[in-house]
C-alpha cells in the first residue's frame, strides 16, 4: 500500500542547491550558463526559482555538476507540491465555517484523521469526503451532483454535512471490504429464496441481549457490532446484498438507507438502535426496495428528504410489516 501521508514537497527552489553546488565547483551563473548554452539571465532564473528545472535543463546539469538528472527533476516536483499545498491552503483560509458546519463527532469517532497540525486545516475534511474544495463538496452534494444510483441533492435535508457525513463513512467502510458486481434479476431472485430464512433470523433475534449495553452518540470507538448483526450481515452478503451499521448523528437522525454503490446493493443501518424491531424493521423496509425498485433510487429513513415516489415508501412500508408479523413482533 502507499503511504498517502508521506510528504516529499520542500519549502525552497532546487536552485539553491544548484547554487550551492556551483559555489563548491567555484564557478558562477555565468559559468553555468556558457557551458550550458544559455543567457546568464535565463540560469538566473533557475536559481531564484523563477524558472522551472525541465527535464532537459536536468540532463545538462548531470553533465556539468555529476549530479543525477533525477534528482534535479525530484526536488522540482517536490518544490512545486509545497507552492501547490501552500496556494490551495490560503484558498480555503476563510472557510473555517465550513468546517465547524459538520458534527463534532466526527473528529471525536476519529472518521477524519487529524494530526495537531492540521487543527485548523480543512485538508483531512477534504479527504474524508475525496473532494477538493468545499466549493466541490457543495456541487457533490447539495447540488444535485451526488453519485448514487441516480443524482440527488441533500440541500433540502435539515443537516446536509451530517448526513454527507454519514453517507460517506459508509462508502469508506464498504471500499475496505469490496464484493463482487452484481447483477439486479439474480440477487432479487437469491433475495426471494433466503428471504424464509431472513426472517427466521430476525424471529430469533428479537430482543438485543441485555449484556449488550446501547452506546451514546459521544462513544468515538469504531462501528459497535453485536453477533445479531454480523450474522445479518453474513447472510445478505451470501445473497450480494452489502449491509453496514454505521453510528449517526443527533443533528441527522438517519435510521436506514438503501442505494446501489460501485453495482452493489447496500443497506446502511444506523448501529445504535435502542430497540431491536425498530432495527428489523428498518432493515426489512430497505430490503423490499432492494426486491421491487432497483438500481434507480435512494432511500433515507427517518429524516426530512424530499421522494420522488412515495408509493414506493408505502409498498416498503407494508413489505416490512408483513415480515415483522411472520418473525413474530408485535406491532
Known amino acids: 500500500m502507499i503511504n498517502n501521508d508521506f510528504k516529499l514537497w520542500v519549502e525552497f527552489p532546487p536552485g539553491r542547491d544548484l547554487a550551492e553546488k556551483l559555489e563548491e565547483m567555484g564557478l558562477d551563473a555565468n559559468d553555468l550558463a556558457t557551458r550550458m548554452g544559455y543567457t546568464p539571465k535565463a540560469v538566473n532564473d533557475i536559481l531564484q526559482g523563477n524558472c522551472r528545472i525541465t527535464p532537459e535543463v536536468a540532463v545538462m546539469l548531470e553533465m556539468i555538476t555529476q549530479i543525477s538528472a533525477g534528482y534535479w527533476l525530484r526536488s522540482q516536483i517536490a518544490y512545486d507540491e509545497y507552492v501547490a499545498r501552500e496556494k ?20 471525536v469517532r476519529e472518521w477524519v484523521r487529524q494530526t495537531k497540525d492540521d487543527e485548523k486545516s480543512l485538508m483531512p475534511l477534504l479527504k474524508f469526503f475525496a473532494v477538493a474544495s468545499p466549493k466541490a463538496w457543495d456541487g457533490y452534494y447539495k447540488d444535485a451532483k451526488l453519485k448514487v444510483a441516480f443524482r440527488i441533492s441533500l440541500a433540502d435535508v435539515k443537516d446536509p454535512y451530517a448526513t454527507s457525513a454519514w453517507i460517506r463513512r459508509g462508502e469508506i467502510l464498504a471500499d475496505r471490504d469490496p464484493m463482487e458486481k452484481q447483477e439486479q434479476i439474480p440477487v432479487r431472485k437469491r433475495l426471494k429464496a433466503a428471504l424464509p430464512e431472513i426472517i427466521a433470523f430476525a424471529a430469533a433475534n428479537k430482543v438485543r441481549p441485555k449484556s449488550k449495553k446501547r ?44 442505494r446501489w454503490y460501485k453495482d452493489v446493493p447496500l443497506i446502511q443501518l444506523h448501529d445504535r438502535f435502542e430497540k431491536r424491531a425498530a432495527m428489523w424493521f428498518t ?12 438500481k434507480k433510487g435512494i432511500c433515507l429513513q427517518n429524516i426530512e428528504i424530499t421522494h420522488n415516489y412515495p408509493e414506493k415508501e408505502d409498498e416498503a412500508n407494508a413489505f416490512a410489516q408483513k415480515c415483522m408479523v411472520e418473525a413474530g413482533f408485535e406491532l
Not at 88 to 107: G, T
Not at 239 to 255: E, M, T, Y
Request: hydrophobic share 40%.
Open 215 to 258: 452506546i451514546t452518540y459521544w462513544t468515538p470507538e469504531a462501528e459497535v457490532v453485536d453477533d445479531c448483526m454480523t450474522g445479518l450481515q453474513e447472510l445478505c452478503r451470501k445473497i450480494g446484498i452489502r449491509v453496514l451499521f454505521v453510528q449517526n448523528f443527533k443533528c441527522a437522525p438517519i435510521h436506514g438507507m438503501y
Open 283 to 294: 432493515f426489512f423496509h430497505e430490503l423490499a426496495h432492494v426486491l421491487y425498485h432497483g
Open 88 to 107: 490551495i491552503k490560503a484558498s480555503l483560509s476563510d472557510q473555517s465555517l465550513w468546517r465547524k458546519s459538520f458534527p463534532e463527532e466526527v473528529n
